[in-house]
């Protein structure tokens, strides 16, 4: 058999970190490609258009979870450096406070490090999970992770699988009224 | 409200805690709460929820009569339509469908065995990009106390970007040969740094007798 040509994949926008690595999606001319990437290997799954039934984007807790994580470690931190700076100020006289210092700057960096995170974090938008059906039941997807991003794959996925399978059947006509009884 | 046919009631669930949905189940414009979990859901059905594809015959192909096609592998078989690969005429048995492909399943597994489907390759090794990272990595500082394994490291991460020159890179992105590149870059470097190294103590310890 002769090499088929690798087909062409258009990156669609947002990603998303898991245990599996960075995930992102693409799309194929007749399928979902999600790469799954730890830098030096990078794990494919398909999901064909013509098999998916529905495409959803389902909100979760995640960045709630992860603002309280970092936001209670900024503050924790913070509070120990400028505890360990107070303690140096107070004994300044003594030789030994240059060294308490050095755990003032590390507590320090912590909690800068952590408030950083907490920005990006509540910046980046409410965090959400997309899944798609298929007759094997519900897929999760690794990316997009942000509702932002996700609203707007979501936009671009689906009409790739109208473009598949056609548009969904429209509603059936509603039945007419009941004629309103004639009273002599 | 949705604008496709109404969904039948229970079919479709929650994703989050498997609950059936309401008859219109899903809205693409605004976000619905699950009943049961109160997850929010934003999201659509697509035709294939109202006409799941066509069972996948599993018995006896379609008998083939006079005058008919007939399968390469089942003559008996009447063809429904030839491989997309190699042209060979298939029944519908021995028709592999892969997305909007179809195979026939010699093609099928000559392309799972040397990852010459697209469709089908599940995981890719990057060389160039492992390259890189053995290249840039020990170069960072830490390393910098363990020069002697800045020679191997080096020397290493030269041979992955060799190896892995003409081998497939990823299925997205493509070869990535600038990582190839800075990982041979970054090899000699470490080697030179090891060499560097050897030359400075062996200078030191001659001028220290």
Redesign the interface.
Known sequence: MSASPEPTYRKVRGGGYSWKGHGRLWLANDYLLEVNSTFIIESYRRIFFQDVRAFVVQRTNVRRIWGWVFGVTASIAGLVAGGILWAAAINRHEEWHVALYFPAGFFGLVSLLCLTMWIINLTLGPSCSCQALTPTGWHALSAPRRLGPANRAQVEIAAAIQAVQGPPPSPAPAPPPPAPVATS | MS????VEPGS??C??CGTALGPY??D?AN?AACPKCH????????????A??APVPTEKGMPATEGDAVCFFHPTNRAVLPCD??GRFLCSVCDMPL??RHLCP??LS??MGKN????I??????WA??AF?LGAVPLCGIFIFLWPILFASGGMSILIALIGWGRPG???RGKQRWAAIFGIIFGLLQIGVCVGFFYFIAYVSSHNK
């Open positions: 604008t496709t046919a109404p479709l669930t994703p989050a189940g899903l693409a976000e997850v929010g859901l934003r999201g659509q059905l697509f035709r294939a929820w109202w799941p594809p690969a190699c997305g909007s010699v093609c000559k392309g010459k489907l697209a469709e390759i599940p995981r890719r090794f990057l990009r492992a990272l990823s299925l997205v």
